[in-house]
């Protein structure tokens, strides 16, 4: 579907359940010149491959940071692609000065996969600040892992709170407005039941 687009750069907003099987998929149909770009916070899987939640592998380059790529990868390397596509985007702070001199200035086709919002429904990374910099911008679902209606938001399962915690279904689970909001409240709930039972606990001893 990207084929005849010439120089693009294109946003993918998804879920993180769903997120690198879309990339591996939009990537698969392009017979051209690719290489994937993650973060290297996400260390889960093997560094050099993503490997999606169905367990499908592609090559891949994990780092810190973007502007290291071309260095990275070799600048002779880097003329020769076409396609760079870069998952994980909300870890990446130079996100934006990457695309755009990937696809204004090198003209690649750049692929850019992430979450437009974090647990907190928050704006997550450089994500958003790229829309303006896209021809075209995407909103993936997944299925509501309580009802099975679509699911736009991401429940944290656990009670760590910062922003950058890294983890799979274990931690993370896609969930419909109504059961974001449900969720919510119960985790809330949990939280001050646990905590004043930590504090009776505390005057025990
Ligand atoms: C990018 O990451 C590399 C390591 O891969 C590091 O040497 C470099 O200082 C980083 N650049 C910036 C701007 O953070």
């Known amino acids: 579907m990207l084929l005849n687009l010439g120089h693009d750069l294109v946003l993918i907003y998804c879920h993180v359940i769903v997120g690198t099987s879309i990339l591996y998929y939009v990537l698969d149909i392009l017979v051209k010149t690719v290489a994937v ?65 990937a696809a204004d200035r090198d003209g690649k086709t750049v692929i850019v996969a992430g979450l437009d919002g974090n647990y907190l429904r928050r704006s997550f990374g450089s994500v958003l600040d790229i829309i303006p910099l896209a021809d075209s911008v995407m909103k993936l679902t997944a299925r509501c892992e309580l009802c099975g209606k679509r699911a736009f938001f991401t429940l944290r399962k656990t009670d760590e709170t910062q922003t950058e915690l ?40």
């Open 37 to 101: 770009i993650k973060s290297n916070k996400d260390t889960r899987y093997a560094l050099d491959s993503i490997v999606t939640h169905d367990g499908m592998k592609l090559p891949c380059w994990a780092l810190a940071n973007l502007s290291s790529f071309r260095q990275k990868i070799g600048p002779d390397t880097y003329d020769q692609l076409d396609v760079i596509g870069i998952d994980e985007a909300q870890f990446f702070e130079d996100l934006y000065d990457f695309c755009c001199e």
């Open 166 to 205: 890294i983890g799979g279904a274990d931690v993370y689970m896609p969930v419909c407005r109504q059961h974001y909001v449900n969720g919510q409240v119960v985790i809330e709930a949990t939280r001050s039941v646990l905590e004043s039972q930590k504090l009776q606990c505390g005057s025990y001893t």
